[in-house]
């Protein structure tokens, strides 16, 4: 069953360390069970939120590329 | 229990710009992160100040600097107003020392009061420090 998405965080264009600064955001600001997705474009957060959200001990649900941007999808 | 602590001895524009970039990448895992700004770094927390601050290298009169902020423009990196606010905003902690704000002249009315969470010489920093297992001194 596809999760409902709650929150999206939107890091189109944003540069380092931002992407990363915004997922924390969102996480602060959620509560259990919130589905959080992520979109941006800047190629090494794709790879360092996924490290950021493991330091937190979250589970990512969803990690893929698309043809303008990438995805992150994880719950709280 | 992981947490970070920062010394800006510095006080250029690229090295207190980076001291704020890790300290927004350390919070942003959820380490807790306080950044001691001591010595030149002082001058960061100045009014205005951080606009003043020289690059490390090739400052050539402030031309340096410019060519630096319109490539950050362009690259669409975050300013040090930006990046100081999230700093706090995800919970970082700024401390000033006092004791070289006498040595430097600095008066606490020539700080930012809105960046500075607390006040401390060395003995602060030691106390956050023997916790942390990551500690940086730029």
Redesign the interface.
Known sequence: MEEKITKLVDCMNENCPMPLVKTREAIMNSKKGDVIKVIGTHYQSFQEIPMALEAMGIEIIEKKLEEKNWVIIFKI | MKKATIIVHSGSFDKVLSAF?IG??F?????PTSIFFTFWGLNALKKKGFKKLPLSKMNFLGLGRLLIKLKMKK????SFE??AE?FK???GKIIACTMTMELMGIKYEDLRKDLIDEYGTVGKYCYESKDANITLFI
Do not use: E, P, Q, W
Request: net charge positive; no cysteine.
């Open positions: 970039i927004n990448g919070v942003s895992m959820g380490i690259y669409n990196v975050a930006k990046l999230s905003k995800l919970g």
